[in-house]
Structures are given as C-alpha cells and as structure tokens.
C-alpha cells in the first residue's frame, strides 16, 4: 500500500503543511485506494472530480503561504446523512435517491473551513438504524478486516472506509451507538460526543434528543483532531451548548496516577463472549498498572436502556421520517394518482423493512391510549437512569466497558430484528443517559477480530476520555 | 402473548400512512409483540416519584431577518412543480 | 322546545414579526410562491427549528392584555398528521403548557357588558397554502412558520352577536397591543366556530360541530345562524347532532362534513425535542408588561371619566389605536376634549372614510398639534364652520401649522357686532317679505336671513352673533 497511505490524519496535516506532501498528492492516494478496494462497498457518492478540485485550491492556498486549518488538505468522508453540496445526501434509503440538499451540515461547512477535502458520502445502514450496514439500499458494506463479517452499523461505511485506509478520518452518528460499534468492529477509533456538544444542524434526524455527530480516525490523536474541528456551538442548533470548549488535540498524559475508573457491577452480569471478557480484564489490569484506582459502582437499570432506547428513538424516528412523503423532495411514487396514494406507496415502496418496522413501532408508542404507558413511562425511566449515572459519576471520572459483547459477525447471522437491537447492550445506555463515550481498539478475539473498549464519560469530559484512551494506545502491548 | 393485534397493526399503518402485504402484516405484528415483550421491564422501574428536572433552558432568537433560499434550490429536488409552486395531485378538502 | 345556544372560538391570528417563528425567513403576505423560504420551513431532511423571541413576547403581551397567568416556564409539542401544505408532516404548537391561560375579555352586548373566559392562548406555526386548479392543486411554502397565536375561548357565548362582539373586541386589543394586523381578508385574523345546542336549562352539553373555513365576520354571523338552525332542526326530528368538522361553503350559504377530518385524527403529540424549553425570567415579564399601552376599555373609560365625553363618542375614539393616539396627543396641546371629539368625529373621519373601509386603523397624515390648532381657532371664533372645513381639506393634503392660512386663505370669521348688524339691516331692508314671514309668526325664516348675510360674508360671518342680531332687530 501506498506509503502516504499509512500516515495518520495528524502526521498528513503536518506534511502538508511543512511542504513534504501536497494535499493533489494525498487525495489521488485516496482516491486510487477506493478504487483498489471498492469491493467494501464503503461510500454511496463520489465524485472524484470535485475531490480533486477542492484539493486543488487548498494546494494554491498553500502555495499564496496561508496554511491554516486543523485539516489542512486532509481527505474525510462523510456520513451519508449528512447534508453536502455537489455529493447527494440519501440515508442509504430509496426513499431520498437523488436528492441534493441545497444547504450543507454545520459539520461539513466547518471540516471544509479547517481545510479538509470532503472525499465522498459513506455508506450507512438506512436512516441510521442498525447495527451492521446491512440494511442499505446500497447494499451491505463489507469489514475490511473480514470480508464474511459485518463492519458494524449505522455508520459503517465511515469505519469501514478508515480501516481501508480509503480516508484519513470520516464523520458518523451516533444514536445508541452507531459511530463506537462499528468502530470496535473495524479496530478504528471512534468517539460519541456529549449530547449538544456538536451541531446537528444539516444532520438527518433519527432519534433528535439522542443522535451527535462524532469523528472516527485511525488513532486517537487524529480522532482528537477531527473533534476539535467539527465541535462548536451553533446557534442554528438550538439544542447546541453554548459553553467555553478548549481544544483537546495533543493534550496527552504522561501518568494517569489520580484517575479514577467505575467497574459498573451490572455490566459484568451481562453475558459476555469470553474473548471480549477476556480483552476486558487485561485491558483493566494495564491501567491499574499504571496507576489508575477502580471502584465499583451500580447503574442499576442500566440493562433497560436498551427498552427506554427503543421507544424513545423509535418515536422521535417515527415523527422525524413523517416529512418523506413524496411531495417536496425524494422519491414519489410514479404510479400515485391521489394525494393519499403518494403518501402511502412512495413510504411503502421507498422505506426498507427495519425503517418501517422503527416507525411502526414509534406511531404505537405515541399512539392515543398507549402514550402513557410506552413513551411517558420511558421518560420517566430515562430521568431515573440519569440520576443513577450522575450518582456514579461522583465517585469516579469514567466507565469501563467492551464496546460490544462479541466482535463484528458474519452477514446475517442475527435472527431476529430483536437479537439485533440486544447487541448494543452497551452502547445505548450512554446516549440515553446523554455523556460522551469512546471506543478503542484493545486486543484481538475470535476470527483474530478486533476487540473495542468503552470508556463512557460525564457530561462535556471527552478530554478525560481521549487521554486515557491515547495513554493505553500508546503504552498497552 | 400478542400485545399486538392484526387490527392495531393496520391501524399503525394507516397512521404510518404505509401499506403491508399480509406477509408483511403478520412479520410486523410478530417482531412488535417480540420487542414490546421485552420493553415491558420497564414496569418493573419505580417512577411515581420521578419527575423530569429540567436544568438547562434555550434561547431565543433575534427577530431579524435573513436571506431565504432562492426558489430555484427549494425546489431543486421537486418532483413535480408549476409556477414556482410543488405540484401534486388535486386536493379534497 | 326551547334551546339554549352554547359557542366557543377558536381563533388563530398571525403575528406581525419581521420573521417567521422558527427560523429567519421573512414574515410577509405575498411574494411569488416559494420566495420567503428555507430549509427550516419547508421541512428539508436535517433542519433545525429556532424560536423567534418576538413572537414569544407577543404571545405574552395577548395573554397579559386578556388577563390571563403566564406560564413563564413551558415548552412546545409536535401535532403529527399528514397533510400537503403541512412541510414537516407535523406542526411545532402547544399542547400540556400553553404559554398562557385562565383570563378573559369583556364584550359590550345588548344587555351591558359580558365576561368571555379565555382557556388559553398559545404560540404555534402557521401551515403553507394550497392553490387549487381544475388541473391539480399546488403548494406555496410562503406562509408555512408564520407565527399563530391561537385563542381558545370557553363556551361562554350564546348567540351570534355575541361571538362577533368577542371577535371585535379581541380584534381591537391585538391591534391595540400591536401584535397583529387582523387582516381577515389577508388571512391574519382566523376562526373556527364551535357550536352546541341544549335544551334550555339543561345541565349536559349537547354534540358541539366544529366549523372551518369561515372568512369574515359577516360570515361567521351567516354560519353560526345556519347551524344553529341546522342543529335545532336535527334535534327537532329527535336526530342526532354528530360530532364532527365542517366546512362553511359562503356562497352556497351552508356547511358540509371535512371530507379531510373524517377519521378522527391521533396527533400522537409529544415535547418538540429540537427546542429546549423557555424560561421567561420575572425581569423580562415586568418589562413587557410595562411597555403595553393602555386597553380599548381602560381608555373609553378614562374618556368618560377624566372628559366626561358620552359612551358613544369615548367607545368610537378608544376603539381605534390610531385613533385615541391622535385624540391624546392632540388634547396635550389643545386642552379641549369635548371641542377635538367632536371635530374628529364629524369632520375628520368623514375624509378618512375611504381609508377607514380599508384599514380601521389607517394612519392619519396630520400632525396633532396642527389639527389641535385648527380646531381652537374654530372653538375661539376665529374661523367659522366653513372656513375650518375648508382649512381641513387643506391640511389633509398638505400637512401644515393652519394659523397663517387663516389670513393667507381669508377665512377669519367675521365677528364684529357693528359691522354685522350693519350687514344685517341691509338684508332686512331688501327683503321685507321675508321679514313680514318672520314677524308673522314663521321663526323658520330666520335661516333665510342667516343665509343671506352668509352669502353677503362669504361664510365669514359669525353665525351665532347674526343669529342675536337678527332676533335682537327683529323680535
């Protein structure tokens, strides 16, 4: 593989910078890479002619002596469900094929403003719901680690396309843990931000009180980077924080003598393939070496996030997908003769079967007569959750998880759509409990797979998160 | 057990403005009743005591305006439209 | 059988923001389609809401100007139905917190005044309008996010009159305060009647229908008076009234069932996830409170007491804000209330007519202190009827201080006693029939000798001097 290929995102900025590479250079790298290995299936939209471009004016910005920019000339894909001019934005659904959004995502306009070069739209599970790209109009992305395995979902386009070396960072979403998941699944690094954290303005909404933007990369540091150029408030957002953020890029530990990590009693009474169990424990034994001091905390409900998630994201879902009915934009049904018709076959024939099953599943929870017992109930039990959080939190400065119970599996070896929702057993009580979660790579297991730890953080301590994650990355053996 | 029934799921649908084949009916109702099965743990969390907090209000925006997006990139991805307008099929009121 | 008549209204009025509710699109009646527009209000994949702050504070000045509790904590719902002018597929509105509620309006009725609650009042988003052609009907987003303000009465009203005193009387305080326009015919000002029958005296409310659709107030009197007669003829049979929507056709004169709310619709509201809730600190509510201006009814009561000006007159001047601004400032320059009431009301609207049909609250082009100026001169006698109707028209094109047009336009009232009662004996000499009419008994021909000396003076004349004189000569 190329040589300029094995660089991270951080050492790219830096040669592009200091003259040693041109981003022309680095994105025609990219570029031959996608090509090599588009067996994966990574990205739904290219367009390598305008990737060129773009690298093109930074080279000649460059080249005036302005080189600012956290991603100077750096090549990044996107998240197809986010909102891009040039490149179309679909969701991986049928339902918004061809549809180009004529304003771009808050994220994108700040990638693009930090000098990055948007590559190409990753591919997704539809309308970011699943857990194993496997329900993309698209068709499924493949694990560039195994080819017979699932890369993960809902962004696994953007983890897949990293571990490919096709990019030097990609964006995802994350809703119940659709950037952390695929990112173990792949040995990437992938990071959840806080709840408001990032805007998600331009950004197609699932779950709206659950999904954040979030950056994946080949390490932390790079993930680290990415962050700092895609996080902000905006004004736009009104869900956004408007607090005082400093950057989190290079500030690494050299000892993380002082900290202190949560062993959460009822995680370690879910079942737990043995590989990942095992990864887990030597994981917790390295920090304990270096000085970090474990307690033991309860999150007692936190095996019903899974259920508060369902009702909660499927509602909001439910709602937020109401808008694609064939009238504005999108797909409608060619056949429709009334109103009605466009409604109901451009839904039917465009939605896949998880889509509709979540909006299905979202109308009958808000339905009259049900509302109280599913949707005002799951309120109530997400407030409850929040306090137990918050209640360990106060003895320590973060959570150690696996990120999955078992690594990446093979393409459709989930039975039900129910066994499927169960695999994110440790994802979802994060999102709904709000905070910041990080998922590394820590060890291979079965299939010599990539095995991802979780460290899940108070609200806005992503900074606690990547340094204890960067300090394993760079210490652990 | 059927939380579900076939009514409520033709209901759903007609809510969710989404039309099922039988199969598609029968496969919906098993995969809710499996998964409203397993959200019924949550009766077992007290809540009656619960109440939402709310720590963190919004803000408001200025009353000034701003440019509006031409017509032409409203309707850029129309499917059908006339005169500036999203065209559809006549509407009964 | 006798039925007591049972109303409450539902009335959405548009706000008079620069900007639409949830996002920065301006806020304006017209436009070629589409061109007022975003991706906020046209429901593109990934917009974000943000809330007008101006529209919030004129949601609470509706609420304080009708005496309501504002909930200074509260937060917005999604109302979830399809519909074609409906861009997100659900609208942002109010549903468990409004932000007021629990006030009320007082409406003059024939029987004296009238308490009608108010339920509440919220703030929501306006939908985007359909134009319907033999071919299709199209969608024009212009409208969509426009801010509503929706007022909910309680069913306090019995008959027509009163609903459309409540109207008027809501239409002058939303005026007054400045929120709204009201522009019926624009649709700014919108109304859904409901209406129940029962028999008199009876405890239980009968089925209500709801009406949609209704454009003026002649034609919401038009359509509360059919269906309470299409209800009292349905219950006559002993036939039920069904609860339903229905939709006033005016030129036909009748209503008929919403084909569109057939079903009863499930709106599956839920908190708007994309908005934070709003806190409207005590601070900001005081100073709200203080820059509304002073009510219709608190005015005319304050032209009755500190004028002792007549119900009517004080009701007319308060009713408009354009109106009693005027009168104010011109009584601050002209302390003479009675004299500007009156001249206002008999001269000066009549020249506005034209204005007043389009706009009750059109703008008046004359400076007060010019029109108080006027009306003193003629109050004091300088000027007669003729000469300050004549200056009137004068300062309606061309506002201008009137004093020097007096003696520019040669309009000073002719006052001197001698110079008059020698005009006055001219007249009486060449005219001794007429004044054997008058000594006969005939007091009518004492206008022929006004006249004729007003004739002699060019209007100049002191009409109530030559009327002395006159009778001083001629008994």
């Known amino acids: 593989m190329e040589e300029i290929l094995t660089k991270s995102l951080t050492e790219i900025v830096e040669g592009i910078k200091n003259g040693t590479y041109t981003s022309t250079q680095v994105t025609q790298a990219c570029i031959q890479q996608i090509e090599k290995t588009k067996e994966y299936n990574t990205l739904n939209h290219t367009n390598f002619e305008d990737a060129l471009r773009q690298a093109n004016e930074i080279d000649e910005r460059i080249a005036q002596g302005n080189t600012n920019g956290l991603l100077l000339g750096a090549p990044i894909v996107v998240k197809d469900n986010m909102c891009t001019y040039v490149l179309p934005t679909t969701c991986s659904s049928k339902i918004l094929e061809n549809f180009v959004a004529p304003y771009e995502a808050t994220v994108v306009s700040k990638l693009r403003a930090e000098g990055a070069v948007i590559l190409g739209k990753a591919n997704m599970d539809e309308f970011a719901m699943g ?16 080819t017979s395995r699932v890369p993960g979902g809902s962004s696994g386009g953007s983890a897949a396309c990293v571990c490919a070396h096709q990019c030097f960072g990609a964006l995802g979403t994350d809703t119940g843990g659709s950037i952390r998941q695929p990112a173990s699944f792949c040995g990437v690094v992938g990071l959840k931000p806080t709840y408001g954290e990032v805007s998600r303005r331009g950004v197609v909404a699932f779950a709206s009180s659950l999904d954040q933007v979030g950056p994946m990369a080949k390490n932390v540091a790079d993930t680290a980077l990415l962050f700092d150029a895609i996080r902000g408030y905006d004004a736009k957002d009104s869900t956004s924080s408007n607090h005082k953020r400093t950057p989190t890029a290079g500030k690494f530990l050299k000892t993380l003598k002082g900290l202190r990590i949560g062993l959460v009693k009822e995680i370690f009474e879910q079942p ?144 039900t759509p129910l066994e499927m929702y169960l695999s994110d057993i440790y994802t979802v009580p994060v999102n709904i409990f709000g905070g910041p979660a990080i998922s590394f790579p820590c060890g291979k297991g079965e299939n010599n797979m990539p095995i991802g730890l979780q460290l899940i953080g108070n609200y806005f301590e992503e900074q606690t998160l990547l340094q204890l994650a960067e300090f394993y990355e760079r210490e652990a053996k | 057990m059927n939380i579900v029934s076939k009514e409520d799921v033709l209901h759903i649908a007609k809510l969710s403005k989404l039309q099922l084949t039988p199969t598609e009916q029968e496969a919906m109702q098993q995969s809710l ?25 919004g803000t408001l925006r200025a009353d000034v305006v701003e440019n509006s997006m031409p017509q032409q990139s409203i309707l850029q991805n129309a499917p059908k439209q006339e005169g500036g307008a999203f065209a559809v099929p006549k509407v009964v009121e | 059988m006798e039925y007591d008549i049972v109303i409450g209204l539902e009335t959405h009025v548009e706000l008079a923001t620069q900007t639409k509710v949830f996002c920065g699109c301006k806020n304006q009646f017209g436009g070629a389609p589409n061109t007022h527009c975003c991706e906020v209000c046209t429901g593109m994949p990934g917009a974000l809401p943000t809330i007008n702050e101006k529209a919030v504070e004129f949601t609470v000045k509706a609420g304080l100007a009708t005496h309501c509790t504002i909930h200074n904590e509260f937060y917005f719902e999604r109302k979830n139905y399809f519909y074609p002018d409906l861009a997100k597929a659900y609208q942002i509105s109010q549903l468990v917190v409004p932000i007021c509620a629990n006030g009320y309006v007082e409406i003059p009725t024939a029987n004296g005044t009238k308490k009608v609650r108010i339920h509440e009042i919220h703030l929501e988003e306006d939908s985007g309008k359909l134009i319907h052609t033999p071919m299709g009907s199209l969608i024009d987003y212009n409208r969509a996010g426009v801010p509503l303000v929706e007022t909910v009465t309680e069913p306090d ?185 009156n001249f206002i009301l008999n001269e000066l609207n009549k020249k506005r007519n034209a204005e007043l049909v389009e706009d009750e609250d059109a703008p008046i082009a004359i400076t007060p202190a010019h029109f108080a100026k006027l009306v003193e001169l003629y109050q004091t006698g300088e000027i007669a009827q003729a000469g300050a109707r004549q200056l009137l028209d004068v300062l309606y094109e061309t506002d201008q201080d009137p004093t020097p047009l007096v003696e520019s336009m040669g309009l000073k009232q002719q006052n001197n006693a001698d110079e008059l009662e020698s005009i006055v004996q001219d007249i009486i000499h060449q005219n001794p029939n007429a004044v054997a009419d008058y000594q006969g008994g005939n007091k009518r021909a004492l206008a022929f000798f006004v006249g004729q000396v007003m004739k002699a003076t060019k209007g100049k004349a002191n009409a109530g001097l030559v009327n002395q004189i006159i009778t001083k000569l001629l008994g």
Not at chain 1, 348 to 356: H, I, R, T
Not at chain 3, 227 to 256: H, S, Y
Request: charged share 25%; with cysteine.
């Open chain 2, 33 to 57: 009743n499996e998964v409203l099965t397993h959200i019924q743990a949550l009766e077992n969390i007290p809540t009656h005591n619960t109440e939402c907090k709310n720590k963190t209000f």
């Open chain 3, 157 to 341: 009203m019995h008959s027509a009159e009163e609903a459309i005193s409540y109207l008027n009387t809501l239409k002058s305080i939303y005026k007054y305060i400045g929120i709204s326009e009201c522009k019926m015919e624009q649709g700014a000002l919108r109304c859904d009647v409901n209406i129940s029958l029962k028999p008199k005296g009876a405890k239980q409310l009968g089925n209500r229908t709801e009406m949609k659709n209704i454009n003026s107030f002649k034609a919401i009197e038009r359509a509360i008076c059919y269906e309470i007669e299409r209800q009292k003829g349905l219950l006559e049979q002993g036939k039920p009234v069904v609860q339903e929507t229905l939709r006033w056709d005016d030129a036909l004169g009748q209503n008929f069932p919403m084909r569109s709310k057939e079903d009863a619709q499930d709106y599956r509201y839920f908190r708007e996830p994309d908005l934070l809730p709003i806190k409207i600190t005590n601070k900001q509510l005081s100073a709200w409170k203080e820059s509304l201006p002073k009510l219709p009814a608190e005015k005319k009561a304050e032209y009755m007491q500190a004028y002792a000006l007549p119900e009517y007159d004080a009701g007319l001047l308060s009713q408009s804000k354009t109106l009693s601004t005027f009168f104010d400032a011109c009584v601050q320059t002209y302390n003479n209330p009675k004299a500007l009431s």
């Open chain 1, 272 to 415: 737990m393939n043995d590989d990942v169990r095992q990864a887990l424990e030597k994981a917790i034994s390295f920090y304990k070496l270096s000085g970090v001091e474990f307690v033991d905390v309860s999150i007692p409900n936190i095996a019903q996030a899974i259920d508060m998630y369902y009702i909660l994201s499927s509602a909001e879902a439910a709602s937020n997908l109401a808008r694609f009915d064939g009238i504005k934009y999108g797909r409608r049904a060619p056949e429709a003769k009334t109103v009605e018709d466009i409604y109901t076959l451009s839904r039917s024939q465009g939605f896949g079967d998880e889509v509709k099953r979540r909006i299905m599943l979202g109308n009958y929870v808000l339905s009259s007569g049900y509302f109280d017992a599913y949707y005002k109930k799951a309120t109530l039990c997400q407030e409850v959750l929040k306090q137990q959080f918050a209640k360990a939190f106060e003895m320590c400065d973060a959570l150690i998880t696996p990120t999955s119970p078992t690594v990446a599996f093979p393409f459709g070896s989930k039975a």
């Open chain 1, 131 to 146: 857990s194993s790209n496997e329900t993309s109009a698209y068709g499924k992305v493949l694990n560039p680690c195994n």
